[in-house]
C-alpha cells in the first residue's frame, strides 16, 4: 500500500500563487507516476498533470499548461503542483495520486490522496 497525503490548499486571490505538495509513504517503491487531478464543484475529476520520479518527463493539461509546474523530491518522495497565475475556474479539490507505470497520462493511477481545497477568489 501507499498512503499519499496532499498539503498546501488555501484560498487565494485570482493572479496568486500556491504551492501544493503531496507526500508518499509505504510501499514507495511502487511510486513510479505521480500526478495531481481536481475536482471542481458539480463535476468529474479531471487530469492536471503528471511526472515520472526516475525517468523524468512532464504532462500537462490544456488548462493548465504555462501556469502550472509539476516537479518531485525523490530524496522526500514528494511531489509538488506550483501553481501561477491562478484563475477563478482553478477552484476545486486537487487530489493526489500514484502509479507503478510509468506511462504518463489520467489512467491506471493505483493509490490516491483524501484532497486538498484550493478556492480562488476574485
Known amino acids: 500500500q501507499v498512503q499519499l497525503v496532499e498539503s498546501g490548499g488555501k484560498l487565494v486571490q485570482a493572479g496568486g500563487s500556491l504551492r501544493l505538495s503531496c507526500a508518499a509513504s509505504?510501499?514507495?517503491?511502487?511510486?513510479?507516476?505521480m500526478g495531481w487531478f481536481r475536482q471542481a464543484p458539480g463535476k468529474e475529476r479531471e487530469f492536471v498533470a503528471d511526472t515520472n520520479r526516475w525517468v523524468g518527463g512532464t504532462n500537462y493539461a490544456d488548462s493548465v499548461k504555462g501556469r502550472f509546474t509539476i516537479f518531485v523530491d525523490n530524496r522526500k518522495n514528494t511531489v509538488y503542483l506550483q501553481m501561477n497565475s491562478l484563475k477563478l475556474e482553478d477552484t476545486a479539490v486537487y487530489y493526489c495520486?500514484?502509479?507503478?507505470?510509468?506511462?504518463?497520462?489520467?489512467?491506471?493511477?493505483?493509490?490516491w490522496g483524501r484532497g486538498t481545497q484550493v478556492t480562488v477568489s476574485s
Open positions: 509505504g510501499r514507495t517503491g511502487d511510486v513510479s507516476t
Open positions: 495520486a500514484s502509479k507503478k507505470s510509468y506511462a504518463l497520462g489520467p489512467t491506471n493511477y493505483d493509490f
